[in-house]
């Protein structure tokens, strides 16, 4: 180890001696009146040019080699070199042995050198071994049954606790794209992309939690981050209005109350008014959606029950809409909630009332286009009408997104136009995570292009 650090100190000083030398160098150097006459003399060249080739008129010429000719005897002729002025000696030394000397005795007091390496590998195997023994139990549960959704649950759990979000979320969204729906999956999978994105109530949030709501619409955590997301966008007025609502029915000793109540006074005085006067917040005022009441006994209903109310409440949010058609959420609202029910007539007409009214929402867009064929099986040969116009919206809005290529391909397998359509799957196919099952469908869907269907 000794030898190793007298070589290195030798190779340092050696490069420190090269890197120096140029300041030894004493030699004569040109000039700027040097340079200038240079520059001068290829401009009268030049100018012999132009005019051999017709761009400068003999007078013109004339006149610019006059000047140029002037500037030449205004230079000082006699002072064409001037020497370098020598550098410090003592500069020199230190920068060439005293400096690389002086950063190793640093490094030998300060440093570790007698540690080992550590490759990259080895770090993470390192941070793997400091993952707790459960996480590391049910990702090796995951890798042996990826297909199974309760496993992927459990992770993006124990995710979760640790505070590792963004793992978390991508647990839980390969979950969902096994096939779990449960609402409680949705309300998780929502909070953890929240926090990965710092607090931001992104798309795919809003998305989990709209479906969230339509399975239970008096939930409280969906309530309050979906109107996170109108403030968050702009809409605080909207907000604070769903916040109002939510206030007035959260039992007092509510754990999301707290919560609720600050960001309606942040609300409230963002828009310039006094958080104790709210209209929402004086008495007798009659609350929007489902009353605490309600709310109450659903808790206490059977499932039969419960589907019984929902139903109602989505028949509510219907005659609501025919009252206020010009309300974009609630279409979008009651278009999730006809989605729970599986009543798909009426969430395509739902859909196509959102979509109609936000033409560059490209979330609202899929959905529409996606509401147009679900639960087809004749898509090889006939599609939808109004399918290829959604479609050419989405690709308008993003040509690169993966559920547009996608219906592209759709659309274009329909027409005839296979190796279209093939070109298109293959893209989104690459985008897909290895051994997602949804690769292997489209795999399949790529191979029977071009044949008869069955």
Do not use: C
Not at 257 to 273: H, P, W, Y
Not at 364 to 393: M, N, T, W
Not at 396 to 410: I, K
């Amino acid at each position: 180890m000794i030898l190793f650090w007298i070589i290195a100190g030798v190779l340092t000083l050696a490069a420190a001696v090269v890197l120096a030398a140029p300041l030894f160098d004493t030699r004569k150097f040109k000039s700027e009146d040097a340079f200038a006459l240079e520059v001068y003399r290829d401009q009268l060249a030049e100018l012999t040019r132009d005019e051999q080739r017709g761009l400068l008129t003999a007078e013109q010429a004339r006149a610019a080699q006059i000047e140029i000719e002037r500037r030449i005897l205004a230079l000082d002729e006699g002072k064409r070199f001037q020497p370098a002025r020598p550098p410090s000696h003592a500069l020199t030394l230190a920068m060439a042995v005293i400096l690389p000397l002086a950063g190793f005795g640093i490094y030998l007091f300060l440093g570790s050198p007698h540690l080992p390496s550590q490759s990259a590998m080895e770090r993470l195997a390192e941070e793997r071994q400091r993952t707790s023994p459960e996480i590391q139990a049910l990702e090796a549960k995951v890798e042996q049954s990826p297909s199974d959704g309760q496993s992927w649950i459990e992770l993006g759990g124990a995710y979760a606790d640790v505070e590792r979000a963004k793992d978390a979320a991508d647990a839980f969204a390969k979950a969902m794209a096994l096939g779990r729906k449960e609402p409680d999956l949705l309300r998780q999978y929502a909070h953890a992309a929240i926090v990965a994105a710092g607090g931001r109530v992104g798309p795919d949030a809003q998305r989990a939690l709209q479906r969230a709501l339509a399975a239970d619409p008096t939930d409280p955590t969906a309530r309050f981050f979906l109107a996170l997301a109108k403030a968050q966008n702009q809409d605080v007025e909207g907000a604070l209005t769903d916040w109002l609502a939510l206030e007035g029915q959260l039992p007092p000793n509510a754990p999301l109350r707290g919560l609720v109540t600050d960001n309606i006074d942040k609300a409230a005085r963002q828009l310039g008014k006094d958080p104790a006067t709210l209209p929402g917040r004086a008495a007798g005022a009659a609350p929007a959606g489902p009353s605490a009441e309600d709310m109450a006994a659903a808790a206490r209903m059977s499932p039969e029950e419960r589907q019984a109310f929902i139903e109602s409440m989505v028949e509510r949010l219907a005659a609501k809409m025919k009252e206020n058609p010009d309300d974009l959420e609630g279409w979008i609202k009651l278009a999730n909630a006809y989605g729970v029910l599986e009543k798909r007539e009426e969430a395509r007409a739902a859909w196509a009332e959102a979509a109609k009214r936000a033409p560059s929402r490209i979330d609202v867009q899929i959905d529409y286009a996606g509401s147009l064929i679900q639960g087809r099986s004749d898509l090889a040969q006939i599609l939808p009408a109004e399918f290829p116009e959604a479609v050419k919206r989405i690709r308008t809005l993003d040509p690169e997104n993966p559920l547009g290529m996608f219906y592209a391909g759709v659309v274009a397998r329909a027409e005839g136009r296979s190796e279209e359509a093939k070109a298109l799957w293959e893209k989104v196919l690459a985008l897909m995570p290895e051994g997602a099952p949804e690769r292997q469908q489209l795999q399949r869907q790529i191979d029977n292009l071009g044949k008869p269907a069955n």
